[in-house]
């Protein structure tokens, strides 16, 4: 598979929606969840923090993709500026988005002029994303998407935790008992339980 290939089955499988996290989140909220908030976006992490978010980073998706052909997209608002040098050394390089992208990123997204959009496929295994796990949560790096074609199961972290998307109710079952601790206890965009709860359970069973 390359990487045109795995972006026609991103294409498929999210109605043409653009890899971003946040907007996945209302596009297909019967699929997401997200793990653990690790400390106040507001704030830049600490280098311990960064690391403990990259681990966790790390874990989450290995037990998504290991074995499996995945494509890691990058959205760059500003290439000029933006630190590229975690992806290109996985072999990242400069794609033109499909058709829709740009449109379904103006509305949220500010300057988008300048913006480029890079992507590479990887065979996953264990700890070849650290550097861009680390960069991530050290908010060097926004906008990133890793996506397992076979599966349809996207991971999008971001400085302070990841939105996590799984196809299949008993893979999504068994993703949430692993990492339940790490499920935010805030009130998220969902199914709402009796008592007015978010209903995180009914959301990862």
Not at 48 to 58: I, M, N
Not at 104 to 133: H, K, M
Not at 181 to 198: I, L
């Amino acid at each position: 598979m390359d990487v045109q290939e795995a972006l026609d089955a991103w294409q498929a499988q999210y109605s043409g929606q653009s890899p971003v996290g946040f907007m996945l989140r209302f596009t297909h909220e019967a699929v997401w969840t997200r793990i653990h908030y690790l400390r106040d976006d507001s704030k830049l992490a600490t280098r311990e923090e960064a690391e403990r978010t990259a681990s966790r980073f790390d874990a989450v998706a290995s037990s998504l993709f290991t074995g499996t052909t995945v494509l890691v997209v990058a959205i760059y608002l500003d290439g000029r500026d933006e630190p590229t040098s975690e992806l290109s050394a996985i072999g990242a390089t400069r794609i033109e988005p499909p058709e829709g992208w740009i449109e379904s990123l103006v509305e949220y997204l500010p300057g988008l002029a300048n913006a480029q959009f890079v992507a590479t496929i990887l065979s996953w295994r264990r700890g070849c994303l650290d550097e861009v796990w680390l960069a991530v949560a050290r908010d060097r790096i926004a906008r990133v998407a890793v996506f397992a074609p076979a599966t349809g199961d996207a991971f999008c972290p971001y400085g302070g935790g990841a939105d996590v998307f799984v196809w299949g109710s008993e893979r999504r079952s068994k993703l949430g008992e692993r990492f339940r601790t790490w499920v935010p206890a805030t009130k998220v965009p969902g199914p709402m339980s009796a008592d007015g709860a978010p209903d995180i359970a009914g959301k990862l069973s």
